[in-house]
């Protein structure tokens, strides 16, 4: 009778660590996406010219994160009123960062002359920092407030001198 029972209490313990580990299974395979609210990733790359980026290193201003890459039409569509914006608000203490992913380091830098950028980029051929916000399909901007906080996410590419978009910008200010 012991026997029984000493199995049956067996069987219950293999059961459920067999649906424990089928949920760490799962959970581990699933993307992990920052949406807004959640508290945004905090990262670390080094620029070209040596500058060390980090998204704590903002010094509480707001800081609009935007995922990009050369071969990404809609990328390339938004980068001039990104780049009016960031002329725009840079002396409110909005800083503009761009992550491209292009693995291919020459045709990022030839972009970048040709199209004067005037906010900091930075190269992430991995896709690291990217993949830590879920990030997967480009362009994709989170704007993150003073405290680490995704206020907004912006998935595909905007006008970033829309009166609706500086209106919002301005109100977080």
């Known amino acids: 009778m012991s026997s029984t029972k000493l199995e049956r209490s067996l069987l219950l313990v293999m059961g459920v660590l067999f649906v424990a ?11 992990k996406v920052v949406d807004v609210g959640d508290k945004a990733p905090d990262f670390q790359i080094t620029a070209d010219n040596g500058r ?6 903002f010094g509480g201003r707001l800081l609009v994160l935007n995922f990009w890459a050369t071969w990404c039409p809609p990328c390339i569509e938004e980068m001039p009123s990104l780049d009016q ?3 725009r608000f840079a002396a409110s203490g909005v800083v503009v ?5 292009d693995t291919n380091e020459r045709t990022y830098h030839e972009f970048l002359r040709k199209a004067n950028v005037s906010f900091l980029t930075v190269r992430d051929p991995e ?17 993150i407030d003073s405290q680490g ?9 905007a006008d970033w001198m829309d009166a609706k978009m500086v209106s919002y910008i301005q109100s977080l200010l």
């Open 127 to 143: 896709a690291r920092i990217s993949s830590s916000y879920g990030t997967f399909k480009y362009p994709e901007t989170y704007v």
């Open 52 to 57: 060390v980026l980090s998204r704590s290193g």
């Open 97 to 101: 960062a761009g992550v491209s992913v």
């Open 21 to 31: 580990l089928g949920y760490v299974v799962v959970d581990a395979f699933r993307d």
């Open 85 to 87: 914006f960031q002329r």
């Open 149 to 157: 906080k995704v206020v907004r996410k912006i998935i595909g590419p």
